[in-house]
């Protein structure tokens, strides 16, 4: 914890104002990318790893009990929301973007292609995470605040998941 503690207090200061236009910026700008480059996803995911068998995705059954259904709805939307948003920005951000060799605008671009090549269960859109992720992880790279990431992060997860989930919970 001593080292999560030690990332969070060498964070510069950013004024409120650019803090929330640097969110909302990078908030619209991802669920943007998500949604023009989607048929580009799909294609990819077609063409390039139809042979990922469906079980690798993180899918859910529709066939659920209701009850069971929505305390497993609520597990996921904590730790996919929010949880694992914050570790991952905690590790990404946080500790690897400062070490980058880069020292210019390459050293967000490289974090972000790790970043999005972690994502491992969906590599059809990495290149679709890394248009939506850039900016937001260039402002982190240019104001040295993490919470420029956090914050959209976790937003952007919540809006993903809940649309995801919808019609499991609300369609039975």
């Given at each position: 914890f001593r080292s999560?503690?030690?990332?969070f207090q060498s964070q510069n200061c950013v004024f409120f104002r650019t803090s929330l236009i640097t969110i909302i910026f990078s908030l619209f700008w991802a669920i943007g990318a998500f949604i023009i480059l989607r048929p580009i996803g799909e294609f990819i995911h077609e063409a390039v790893f139809s042979w990922?068998?469906?079980?690798f995705t993180p899918m859910l059954d529709p066939?659920?009990?209701?009850?069971?259904?929505l305390k497993f709805t609520w597990?996921?939307?904590?730790?996919?929301?929010?949880?694992?948003?914050?570790s991952?920005?905690?590790?990404?951000?946080?500790?690897?973007?400062?070490?980058e060799k880069?020292?210019?605008?390459?050293?967000?671009?490289?974090?972000?292609?790790?970043?999005?090549?972690?994502?491992?269960?969906?590599?059809?859109?990495?290149?679709t995470r890394v248009i939506a992720t850039f900016p937001m992880y260039y402002f982190v790279w240019k104001y040295r605040n993490i919470s420029l990431s956090?914050?959209?992060?976790?937003?952007?997860?919540?809006?993903?998941?809940?649309i995801l989930m919808y019609p499991l919970i609300f369609n039975q």
């Open positions: 999560v503690r030690l990332i990922i068998p469906p079980w066939q659920l009990p209701n009850k069971w259904m597990f996921l939307l904590i730790t996919f929301s929010i949880v694992m948003p914050l991952e920005e905690i590790y990404f951000r946080g500790f690897l973007l400062p070490r880069y020292k210019d605008w390459r050293a967000p671009l490289v974090n972000t292609v790790l970043f999005c090549a972690y994502h491992i269960w969906s590599p059809w859109l990495i290149l956090i914050i959209p992060h976790i937003l952007l997860n919540l809006v993903g998941d809940v």
